[in-house]
């Protein structure tokens, strides 16, 4: 079965830093990959979504997502942190002519001011 | 978002009762999902449904059934809760472009 890893757990970081937030999936084929993140007390929101094409992918709020298919990797990025920015980070991934979206178990993102 | 909707947003139930929460959509979107959140474990599938009267179980389906008579209403029924049932659940829709849109979750505590 598919599944996807998310190996940072728990990030501290202090404004202005830059953060990357692992991703790997263990599907071979092809899989269409997203990143999405949950604020304190709301709903999963879209940040970014690879299908096809240029594997770095730029989302919302400054994010940006490279496609690494020879690692499996889909690691978020971001070149500088906001306080507004501490919330939850799942990466999830659909295998391609599947319909079930896998999630990894999340990456709390605290930064400080 | 996309025009999907929870019902209730919290309920608090005894053990042993039957729960019934509600997802509904206005937009004519054929693939339903329902997940479970839970610490530690991220987001995990129970049921998904393909089209009305359509569908499959996800990794997590068990003491969980699903039901879709209309395309727009998907139904995630406990039929006896458990305390390992208390999680918070989110219903979700996939877009025309493959995007997946979330409702606003529905936090269900056993008791």
């Known amino acids: 079965a598919q599944s996807v890893s998310q190996h940072n757990h728990h990030v501290i970081l202090s404004e202005a830093a830059s953060l990357e937030l692992g991703c790997n999936y263990s599907?071979?084929?092809?899989?269409?990959l997203f990143w999405y993140v949950q604020y304190p007390g709301q709903h999963l929101q879209l940040l970014l979504k690879y299908f096809s094409g240029d594997p770095l992918v730029k989302g919302i709020k400054g994010f940006e997502a490279e496609f690494i298919k020879s690692k499996f990797s889909f690691n978020l990025r971001k070149p500088s942190v906001q306080w507004s920015d501490t919330a939850e980070y799942f990466c999830a991934v659909n295998e391609g002519g599947f319909q079930k979206l896998v999630f990894g178990t999340g990456t709390r993102l605290l930064v400080s001011p | 978002d996309a025009g999907i909707t929870q019902s209730p947003r919290h309920k608090v139930t005894e053990t042993g009762t039957p729960v019934t929460l509600r997802c509904h959509q206005t937009?004519?979107?054929?693939?339903m999902y329902w997940y479970r959140q839970d610490p530690g474990h991220g987001l995990r599938l129970i049921h998904y449904?393909?089209?009305?009267?359509?569908?499959d179980k996800g990794e997590v389906s068990d003491g969980y059934s699903v039901s879709r008579s209309k395309t727009e209403d998907f139904l995630l029924t406990l039929e006896s809760a458990t305390s390992s049932q208390t999680s918070v659940y989110f219903c979700a829709l996939r877009t025309e472009s493959y995007g997946y849109t979330f409702g606003s979750g529905t936090r269900l505590t056993v008791v």
């Open positions: 449904s393909y089209g009305v009267k359509d569908t």
């Open positions: 937009e004519n979107h054929r693939y």
């Open positions: 599907y071979g084929g092809t899989v269409n």
